[in-house]
């Protein structure tokens, strides 16, 4: 069993930077692809980034390639989601998500490849 917390969410002006942490307990993450997901009310959770077990390769929604960038620390069995130039409509709930993979490589982009999630942490981007 995997608990994910994730923190560093908050109230940011437009324009703004946050950085979300993803911390793990319960087994390593070192083989898990990590995920990001976001959901605002009435709309389903849509994929944000993820990265592969090994954190060489990456993958982004459209809208977020060149503002967010996620990493991870797996020696700190961590994930990261910096959020740059934050927009009114990046509020959202973000959610933080593990996938138990056999290669190191894949990176996890479908919602229902996720074996374990988080309890999600509240963005507000104010213009």
């Known amino acids: 069993q995997v608990q994910l917390v994730e923190s560093g969410g908050g109230l940011v002006q437009a324009g703004g930077s946050l950085r979300l942490s993803c911390a793990a307990s319960?087994?390593?993450?070192?083989?898990?692809?990590m995920g990001w997901f976001r959901q605002v009310p009435r709309k389903e959770r849509e994929f944000v980034a993820a990265?592969?077990?090994?954190?060489?390769?990456?993958a982004y929604t459209d809208s977020v390639k060149g503002r967010f960038t996620i990493s991870r620390d797996n020696a700190k069995n961590s994930i990261y989601l910096q959020m740059n130039s934050l927009k009114p409509e990046h509020t959202a709930v973000y959610y933080c998500?593990?996938?138990?993979?056999?290669?190191?490589?894949?990176?996890?982009?479908?919602?229902?490849?996720?074996?374990?999630w988080g309890q999600g942490t509240q963005v507000t981007v104010s213009s």
């Open positions: 319960g087994r390593t993450l070192s083989n898990c692809g």
């Open positions: 998500a593990a996938h138990l993979s056999f290669n190191p490589e894949y990176v996890p982009e479908r919602l229902y490849e996720y074996d374990y």
């Open positions: 990265i592969s077990w090994t954190g060489v390769n990456t």
